[in-house]
Protein backbone atom coordinates (compact mmCIF):
# COMPACT_ATOMS: atom_id res chain seq x y z
CA UNK A 1 0.00 0.00 0.00
CA UNK A 2 1.49 3.52 -1.04
CA UNK A 3 1.95 5.55 2.30
CA UNK A 4 3.61 8.13 3.76
CA UNK A 5 4.54 7.01 7.56
CA UNK A 6 5.32 9.39 10.37
CA UNK A 7 6.04 9.23 13.81
CA UNK A 8 5.37 9.76 16.50
CA UNK A 9 2.20 10.20 15.88
CA UNK A 10 1.96 12.03 19.46
CA UNK A 11 4.75 13.99 22.07
CA UNK A 12 4.74 15.98 24.51
CA UNK A 13 8.30 17.17 25.60
CA UNK A 14 9.92 19.72 27.40
CA UNK A 15 11.79 23.45 26.16
CA UNK A 16 15.46 22.22 24.51
CA UNK A 17 15.03 19.08 24.56
CA UNK A 18 16.38 17.87 21.01
CA UNK A 19 13.52 15.51 18.82
CA UNK A 20 13.67 14.21 15.53
CA UNK A 21 9.88 13.42 13.99
CA UNK A 22 10.28 10.40 11.19
CA UNK A 23 8.97 10.80 7.84
CA UNK A 24 9.10 8.04 5.36
CA UNK A 25 7.30 6.94 1.92
CA UNK A 26 7.35 3.69 -0.23
CA UNK A 27 6.43 5.28 -3.44
CA UNK A 28 9.74 6.43 -4.55
CA UNK A 29 9.10 9.98 -4.39
CA UNK A 30 11.72 12.66 -5.62
CA UNK A 31 9.49 15.42 -3.93
CA UNK A 32 8.80 15.32 -0.36
CA UNK A 33 8.04 18.46 2.31
CA UNK A 34 7.08 19.31 5.77
CA UNK A 35 4.43 21.21 6.91
CA UNK A 36 2.67 22.39 10.22
CA UNK A 37 -0.83 23.44 10.95
CA UNK A 38 -2.08 25.94 12.75
CA UNK A 39 -5.52 26.96 14.41
CA UNK A 40 -5.89 30.33 12.22
CA UNK A 41 -2.95 30.14 9.82
CA UNK A 42 -3.71 27.21 8.01
CA UNK A 43 -0.66 24.86 6.21
CA UNK A 44 2.55 26.20 6.14
CA UNK A 45 5.37 24.60 4.54
CA UNK A 46 8.72 24.22 6.50
CA UNK A 47 11.55 22.39 4.64
CA UNK A 48 11.32 21.00 1.39
CA UNK A 49 13.16 18.26 -0.75
CA UNK A 50 13.23 17.65 -4.33
CA UNK A 51 15.95 14.59 -4.09
CA UNK A 52 18.31 13.18 -2.15
CA UNK A 53 20.74 15.89 -0.42
CA UNK A 54 18.65 18.60 -2.19
CA UNK A 55 16.78 20.48 0.85
CA UNK A 56 15.62 24.07 0.87
CA UNK A 57 13.56 26.31 3.19
CA UNK A 58 10.28 27.02 2.63
CA UNK A 59 8.02 29.66 4.58
CA UNK A 60 8.88 28.65 8.78
CA UNK A 61 11.88 27.04 8.46
CA UNK A 62 13.25 28.95 11.57
CA UNK A 63 13.89 26.39 14.57
CA UNK A 64 13.92 23.66 12.23
CA UNK A 65 16.71 21.10 10.40
CA UNK A 66 15.79 18.68 7.71
CA UNK A 67 18.18 15.66 6.34
CA UNK A 68 17.30 13.70 3.14
CA UNK A 69 20.30 11.20 3.14
CA UNK A 70 17.84 8.59 1.34
CA UNK A 71 14.93 8.71 -1.34
CA UNK A 72 12.69 7.49 1.67
CA UNK A 73 12.99 9.70 4.48
CA UNK A 74 13.02 12.84 6.03
CA UNK A 75 13.31 13.87 9.15
CA UNK A 76 11.95 16.80 10.72
CA UNK A 77 14.70 17.52 13.57
CA UNK A 78 13.65 20.27 16.35
CA UNK A 79 17.06 20.96 17.88
CA UNK A 80 16.11 22.96 20.90
CA UNK A 81 11.97 22.98 21.27
CA UNK A 82 10.31 25.92 21.93
CA UNK A 83 6.30 26.39 23.00
CA UNK A 84 5.77 27.66 20.00
CA UNK A 85 6.75 25.35 17.55
CA UNK A 86 3.79 23.25 19.38
CA UNK A 87 1.74 21.81 16.24
CA UNK A 88 0.53 19.45 14.15
CA UNK A 89 3.01 18.67 12.04
CA UNK A 90 3.16 16.92 8.51
CA UNK A 91 4.70 14.69 5.91
CA UNK A 92 3.95 14.65 2.50
CA UNK A 93 5.79 13.62 -1.11
CA UNK A 94 4.97 13.11 -4.49
CA UNK A 95 6.50 13.05 -8.29
CA UNK A 96 6.52 16.37 -8.52
CA UNK A 97 3.64 19.09 -8.51
CA UNK A 98 1.94 19.55 -5.72
CA UNK A 99 2.65 17.90 -2.29
CA UNK A 100 0.26 14.24 -2.86
CA UNK A 101 0.32 12.28 -0.26
CA UNK A 102 0.30 13.00 3.54
CA UNK A 103 1.34 11.11 6.32
CA UNK A 104 -0.98 10.84 9.40
CA UNK A 105 0.23 14.05 11.24
CA UNK A 106 2.14 14.30 14.74
CA UNK A 107 1.09 16.67 17.47
CA UNK A 108 3.64 17.89 19.29
CA UNK A 109 3.29 19.82 22.35
CA UNK A 110 6.55 21.70 23.76
CA UNK A 111 6.00 22.58 27.17
CA UNK B 1 4.02 34.47 5.29
CA UNK B 2 1.43 34.82 1.77
CA UNK B 3 -1.85 32.93 1.92
CA UNK B 4 -3.98 31.90 -0.63
CA UNK B 5 -7.81 33.24 0.14
CA UNK B 6 -10.51 30.95 0.08
CA UNK B 7 -14.23 31.72 0.71
CA UNK B 8 -16.51 31.26 2.56
CA UNK B 9 -14.59 29.91 5.35
CA UNK B 10 -17.40 28.16 7.36
CA UNK B 11 -20.36 26.61 5.22
CA UNK B 12 -23.27 24.75 6.46
CA UNK B 13 -26.05 22.88 3.61
CA UNK B 14 -28.49 20.14 3.57
CA UNK B 15 -28.23 17.36 1.94
CA UNK B 16 -28.70 17.66 -1.88
CA UNK B 17 -28.00 21.39 -2.37
CA UNK B 18 -25.13 22.55 -4.71
CA UNK B 19 -21.83 24.54 -3.24
CA UNK B 20 -19.30 26.46 -4.58
CA UNK B 21 -16.17 27.15 -2.90
CA UNK B 22 -13.16 29.85 -3.85
CA UNK B 23 -9.44 30.07 -3.78
CA UNK B 24 -8.39 33.99 -4.97
CA UNK B 25 -4.98 35.21 -4.80
CA UNK B 26 -3.12 37.94 -6.71
CA UNK B 27 -0.08 35.93 -7.39
CA UNK B 28 -0.28 33.18 -10.71
CA UNK B 29 0.17 29.52 -10.19
CA UNK B 30 2.25 27.46 -11.94
CA UNK B 31 -0.25 24.69 -10.53
CA UNK B 32 -2.99 24.45 -7.88
CA UNK B 33 -4.04 21.86 -5.63
CA UNK B 34 -7.40 20.99 -4.03
CA UNK B 35 -7.52 18.80 -1.09
CA UNK B 36 -9.90 17.27 1.34
CA UNK B 37 -9.13 16.76 5.04
CA UNK B 38 -10.91 15.46 7.73
CA UNK B 39 -10.27 15.86 11.55
CA UNK B 40 -6.83 14.16 12.97
CA UNK B 41 -5.82 13.22 9.74
CA UNK B 42 -3.57 14.69 6.90
CA UNK B 43 -5.33 16.34 3.74
CA UNK B 44 -6.27 13.81 0.57
CA UNK B 45 -5.53 15.28 -2.64
CA UNK B 46 -8.54 15.82 -5.03
CA UNK B 47 -7.28 17.29 -8.15
CA UNK B 48 -4.25 19.11 -9.75
CA UNK B 49 -5.03 21.96 -12.90
CA UNK B 50 -2.12 23.34 -14.38
CA UNK B 51 -3.37 24.91 -17.33
CA UNK B 52 -5.72 28.35 -17.22
CA UNK B 53 -9.12 27.69 -17.87
CA UNK B 54 -8.26 23.68 -17.17
CA UNK B 55 -11.50 22.30 -15.87
CA UNK B 56 -11.78 18.69 -14.05
CA UNK B 57 -14.04 16.70 -12.81
CA UNK B 58 -14.38 14.32 -10.07
CA UNK B 59 -17.52 12.18 -9.76
CA UNK B 60 -19.52 15.13 -8.82
CA UNK B 61 -17.02 18.00 -7.79
CA UNK B 62 -15.81 20.14 -10.51
CA UNK B 63 -12.68 22.19 -10.18
CA UNK B 64 -12.22 24.76 -12.63
CA UNK B 65 -8.50 27.13 -12.79
CA UNK B 66 -8.84 30.45 -13.91
CA UNK B 67 -7.62 31.87 -17.22
CA UNK B 68 -4.94 33.67 -15.69
CA UNK B 69 -3.99 30.91 -13.27
CA UNK B 70 -4.90 33.17 -10.37
CA UNK B 71 -7.88 31.81 -8.68
CA UNK B 72 -9.87 28.59 -8.70
CA UNK B 73 -13.28 27.47 -8.14
CA UNK B 74 -14.53 23.73 -6.41
CA UNK B 75 -18.16 23.00 -7.17
CA UNK B 76 -19.97 20.36 -5.34
CA UNK B 77 -23.57 18.98 -7.00
CA UNK B 78 -26.01 17.56 -4.42
CA UNK B 79 -23.70 17.63 -1.73
CA UNK B 80 -23.84 14.43 0.90
CA UNK B 81 -22.88 13.99 4.19
CA UNK B 82 -19.70 11.94 3.16
CA UNK B 83 -18.74 15.39 2.03
CA UNK B 84 -18.30 16.88 4.99
CA UNK B 85 -14.48 18.32 5.37
CA UNK B 86 -12.20 20.96 5.42
CA UNK B 87 -11.48 21.83 1.95
CA UNK B 88 -8.07 23.05 1.40
CA UNK B 89 -6.05 24.76 -2.09
CA UNK B 90 -2.89 24.75 -2.65
CA UNK B 91 -0.45 26.80 -5.08
CA UNK B 92 3.11 26.95 -6.36
CA UNK B 93 3.81 30.60 -7.48
CA UNK B 94 7.27 30.07 -8.38
CA UNK B 95 7.66 27.07 -10.05
CA UNK B 96 10.25 26.48 -7.08
CA UNK B 97 7.88 23.85 -5.41
CA UNK B 98 7.61 26.17 -2.85
CA UNK B 99 4.04 25.51 -1.58
CA UNK B 100 1.37 27.52 -0.03
CA UNK B 101 -2.03 26.50 1.43
CA UNK B 102 -4.90 28.58 1.85
CA UNK B 103 -6.70 29.12 4.98
CA UNK B 104 -9.57 26.47 4.09
CA UNK B 105 -12.95 26.23 3.78
CA UNK B 106 -14.86 24.12 6.34
CA UNK B 107 -17.87 22.54 4.73
CA UNK B 108 -20.66 20.45 6.60
CA UNK B 109 -23.42 18.66 4.90
CA UNK B 110 -26.45 18.10 6.70
CA UNK B 111 -28.59 14.28 6.49
Known amino acids: EAQVTQNPRYLITVTGKKLTVTCSQNMNHEYMSWYRQDPGLGLRQIYY???????DKGDVPEGYKVSRKEKRNFPLILESPSPNQTSLYFCASSLGTGPAFFGQGTRLTVV | TQLLEQSPQFLSIQEGENLTVYCNSS?????LQWYRQEPGEGPVLLVTVVTGGEVKKLKRLTFQFGDARKDSSLHITAAQPGDTGLYLC???????????FGTGTRLKVLA
Open chain 1, 49 to 55: SMNVEVT
Open chain 2, 90 to 100: AGDTSGTYKYI
Open chain 2, 27 to 31: SVFSS
